[in-house]
T-cell receptor, first 112, second 115 residues
Framework: GEDVEQSLFLSVREGDSSVINCTYTDSSSTYLYWYKQEPGAGLQLLTYIFSNMDMKQDQRLTVLLNKKDKHLSLRIADTQTGDSAIYFCAESSTDSWGKFQFGAGTQVVVTP | EAQVTQNPRYLITVTGKKLTVTCSQNMNHEYMSWYRQDPGLGLRQIYYSMNVEVTDKGDVPEGYKVSRKEKRNFPLILESPSPNQTSLYFC??????????????FGPGTRLTVL
């Protein structure tokens, strides 16, 4: 999606932290999501944040939102080999509830 | 088990031969969507539906049709497929505005090749 941008590739060593970045453009009330896609599978929601929040933590996952810069990040602590996947950032607006914009996806490769 | 199913999972066809990819959800969700996934482009929304008989275009609707005659089903129709519609297609569903997270549940995908 042209309105949501992410870097395409990230390599990280097992046990380190991963940080995946995303920028979005919608300025209205917005939900922002992180989805994970494992090889040969559909997408699975990891976490989400509403645009009036700054941070959300869920076990190993931390989402940070910089509203001024429209920048979203996902930090995965203690990255494991099972975290190797494609991660998608997505947004939807409360003005257009069924309409979603996805980024191109970040391929995360975890090396031993 | 709550799920979104798609059929077929794999399809090879020829240019111009009409085809339908079915999608069904058993979660009584109001919203359903179709996406295509292409390398380097991520997921692009083709069409979405807010309820029975209510549909709207996504970002890439050209060459596709949809219908929502029943709440659980949302088929994707390619009247005259062309090679540029070769892609991986995903159906997804999500609840109404009361389920305020708007989490989407995705089907397993349909890999379509148009020769």
């Amino acid at each position: 999606g042209e309105d949501v941008e992410q870097s395409l590739f990230l390599s990280v060593r097992e046990g380190d932290s991963s940080v995946i970045n995303c920028t979005y453009t919608d300025s209205s009330s917005t939900y922002l999501y992180w989805y994970k896609q494992e090889p040969g599978a559909g997408l699975q929601l990891l976490t989400y944040i509403f645009s009036n929040m700054d941070m959300k933590q869920d076990q190993r996952l931390t989402v940070l939102l910089n509203k001024k810069d429209k920048h979203l990040s996902l930090r995965i602590a203690d990255t494991q080999t099972g975290d190797s996947a494609i991660y998608f950032c997505a947004e939807s607006s409360t003005d257009s509830w069924g309409k979603f914009q996805f980024g191109a996806g970040t391929q995360v490769v975890v090396t031993p | 088990e709550a799920q979104v199913t798609q059929n077929p999972r794999y399809l090879i066809t020829v240019t111009g031969k009409k085809l339908t990819v079915t999608c069904s959800q058993n979660m009584n969700h109001e919203y359903m969507s179709w996406y295509r996934q292409d390398p380097g482009l991520g997921l692009r929304q083709i069409y979405y539906s807010m309820n029975v008989e209510v549909t709207d275009k996504g970002d890439v609707p050209e060459g596709y049709k949809v219908s929502r005659k029943e709440k659980r089903n949302f088929p994707l129709i390619l009247e005259s497929p062309s090679p540029n519609q070769t892609s991986l297609y995903f159906c997804a569903s999500s609840g109404d505005r009361e389920s305020w997270t708007n989490e989407q549940f995705f089907g397993p995908g349909t890999r379509l090749t148009v020769l």
